[in-house]
């Protein structure tokens, strides 16, 4: 008879590669064809080290590059984000 503990064991190792898969999946997503990064708002927020609401409104207005909606979500191009910072650094 089969041990409980290692049919238990085998389960949680699958589930835990289908996990890690997903993740890596989840991961080059986020990459277009071109192998330019996507951000989600969060991502974006954080690399910007601005509030959400601030990228709501820096959007509404027009100001920030590389903006993209899909499904009522929003994406930011990370190399054009960057480009728009470099553009505000003085010579």
């Known amino acids: 008879m089969n041990n409980p503990f290692d049919v238990i064991e085998k389960r949680l190792s699958s589930i835990e590669e289908l996990l890690l898969d997903l993740k890596h999946k989840n991961n080059d997503s986020n990459q277009l064809e ?15 080290h601005l509030r959400k609401p601030t990228l709501y409104t820096k959007h509404s207005r027009g100001e920030l590059p590389g903006v993209c909606k899909k ?17 505000g650094m003085s010579k």
């Open 71 to 87: 499904n009522g979500r929003l994406y930011f191009s990370k190399q054009a984000l960057i480009d728009w910072i470099k553009s």
């Open 34 to 48: 071109s192998g330019e990064q996507l951000l989600t708002i969060d991502e974006a927020a954080k690399f910007l």
